[in-house]
């Protein structure tokens, strides 16, 4: 039997956060999120962003880009993020429905909407409490994708057990805790490290 469509909880968790954001204070969004090196308020300009393109425009940006991923998300940031930050809520808001995508598997997308939720609240002190179905399936997504952030490489060789649910994947040294920390340790967060235990956390936070 197929797997049910994740688009109902993305759009739900686009809400969520949307609820969460409405709340900050204009300097909040200049905050460094868990994402590279962007703030807060180019992490959700990335979410916008992606909640626009197609397919087909992909690859339109993507050729206008020179081929270059990080000139294309770049671009579309500045764009989104143009403007105070009610404007750029206002942008995000029109997507929260939205199913648009670019290239990619469908479970990407619900692993994005998540991962991109904690670079952004981690960082504002903002808990939220996102379904357990969703982040074991975004765990069994990443467990075997190497696609951009390299999870099935960071985790191979540890053991993960989840503490908050019946969940485990991979064989050797442990790395257990709750299952919203080893999705974000899964995708390179070293915030979230902290919040697991047992002999394979050096391990994973040395390929973080």
């Not at 671009?75 to 809520?89: C, F, H, N, S, V």
């Amino acid at each position: 039997m197929a797997a049910p469509s994740p688009w109902p909880t993305i759009h739900d968790e686009r809400e969520a956060l949307l609820h969460d954001l409405e709340k900050i204070t204009d300097e909040q969004w200049d905050t460094p999120s868990l994402c590279d090196d962007w703030t807060v308020r180019e992490v959700l300009g990335h979410i916008t962003a992606t909640a626009r393109i197609t397919t087909l425009t992909f690859f339109t940006k993507i050729i206008g880009s020179g081929f270059r991923f990080e000139k294309l998300q770049n671009k579309d940031i500045a764009r989104e993020t143009a403007g105070t930050p009610a404007d750029l809520l206002d942008r995000y808001r029109e997507g929260v429905s939205s199913s648009k995508h670019p290239p990619g598997p469908v479970d990407s997308w619900l692993g994005e909407t998540i991962v991109h939720g904690e670079d952004i609240r981690r960082p504002l002190g903002i808990t939220h409490m996102y379904p357990i179905d969703s982040l074991v399936r975004t765990a069994d997504f990443f467990k075997k994708s190497n696609l951009v952030i390299g999870s099935k490489k960071r985790i191979a060789g540890l053991t993960l057990n989840a503490t908050d649910t019946d969940w485990s994947h991979g064989t050797g040294p442990e790395v257990s805790g709750p299952m919203v920390a080893l999705v974000m340790a899964m995708t390179g967060r070293k915030a979230f490290i902290d919040d697991l235990k047992g002999d394979g956390v050096k391990t994973l936070r040395d390929r973080s």
